[in-house]
């Protein structure tokens, strides 16, 4: 019986596991917009993970300028992953589909560092997670009447170092930094 | 004790259902052979094609800048084209598909999928030794192409910085060396 309780134990501990781990992580769990990309016109989907981060960031020389900058940026990075959806017709998303991303977002550590709404140019909203001290990732989210689109970095990110990646690593020119400024 | 033992024997049977089947064999094939049965076409071996389009791609890219960039290690490439065929279906389908038969070997990096211009571009990664193999599949309305080549660590990293554009030089490449 003790030891049936055992086998009970450590398999309830292997399934709990990598639902711990996730808790903690701060990529966001982006699936469930995939089913936007039969309506959109346009569909990016972008998923840079550890490994290639890391392989990334080994392969690029130090001695080569340009290189050696990008080396800097993608350090310390654990993945990069995009989802961009552009649609012809307005309304082709839903607040479901926007709540699926701010719920998490809503999560513990989790910071909303920027929200500017313009109707010319649509919603950005810039979130941070904090582990502590420590930023441990951010997500971007840009929507406006025909486009939806979520960024999501994970790892050690600032706006500056989101600003440097944009139109890199499958990052979208998203103008955050000019963004933020006109806003203050 | 018995009933311990056979509990015992099936957690592990449980565990080993749920580690994931990897995909055997040659991938590249799998790919056109996949291409192949969904949208009901055939591929083209290199000498029947239409030699023009081709020619206008190698004179374009030398204009450009001289001679184009070489991406893949040589002799590593490996190219399947469709050319005048209809690829009309369901592009979220196909991607479904074609994430299940690669995800488990390949890495997918980026997938774009453009109804306006009816055309689908996919590049996966894996590792290979010290080296890496890029899979790129662009799917446009009438025509299509397959195309693995191997990279060194190097331009890895330019394809990851670049993935669409990188993607694009892979094909450009494989189509300009084969018809060369």
Request: overall charge neutral; some cysteine.
């Amino acid at each position: 019986m003790k030891a049936l309780f055992r086998i009970n134990l450590i398999l309830s501990l292997l399934i709990a596991l990598p639902l711990v781990v996730h808790a903690q992580d701060s990529r966001l769990q982006l699936g469930s917009l995939d089913h936007l990309a039969a309506k959109a016109n346009q569909t990016v989907d972008v998923s840079i993970d550890e490994r290639l981060m890391k392989m990334a960031a080994k392969l690029l020389s130090d001695k080569d300028t340009d290189e050696r900058d990008v080396k800097k940026l993608v350090e310390g990075l654990k993945g990069i992953y995009v989802k961009s959806f552009e649609f012809e017709t307005e309304g082709q998303y839903s607040a479901g589909d926007l709540e699926t991303i701010r719920t998490q977002l809503r999560g513990p550590g989790w910071t909303r560092l920027v929200n500017v709404t313009s109707k010319k140019e649509g919603n950005l909203e810039v979130y941070l997670l904090f582990n502590g001290d420590m930023v441990g990732g951010l997500a971007v989210l840009h929507t406006d009447l025909k486009e939806f689109t979520v960024v999501n970095i994970v790892g050690p990110v600032d706006l500056d170092k989101l600003a440097r990646l944009e139109g890199q690593f499958g990052v979208p020119e998203l103008g955050v930094e000019k963004k933020t400024k006109n806003e203050q | 004790m018995k009933n311990v033992h056979t509990k015992f024997l099936i957690a592990i049977a449980l565990l080993l259902l749920c580690t994931p089947v990897h995909a055997s064999g040659d991938d590249f094939n799998s790919v056109v052979k996949m291409i192949e049965q969904f949208y009901r076409v055939k591929h083209q071996s290199i000498p029947f094609l239409a030699k023009a389009g081709m020619k206008v791609a190698t004179t374009a890219a030398r204009i450009k800048g001289g001679e184009a960039k070489r991406i893949a290690e040589a002799g590593s490439i490996k190219l399947a084209v469709f050319e005048n065929q209809a690829f009309a279906g369901d592009f979220t389908r196909f991607r479904a598909s074609l994430n299940g038969a690669l995800n488990d070997t390949w890495m997918p990096l980026i997938q774009t999928l453009s109804a306006k211009n009816v055309e689908q571009n996919y590049i996966y990664l894996r590792n290979v030794g010290d080296k890496y193999n890029v899979l790129v599949i662009n799917i446009a309305e009438h025509d299509a192409t397959v195309v693995q080549v191997t990279v060194s660590g190097k331009n890895l990293a330019l394809l990851l910085k670049d993935p669409e554009g990188t993607g694009k030089s892979i094909t450009e490449e494989a189509t300009i060396i084969d018809q060369e």
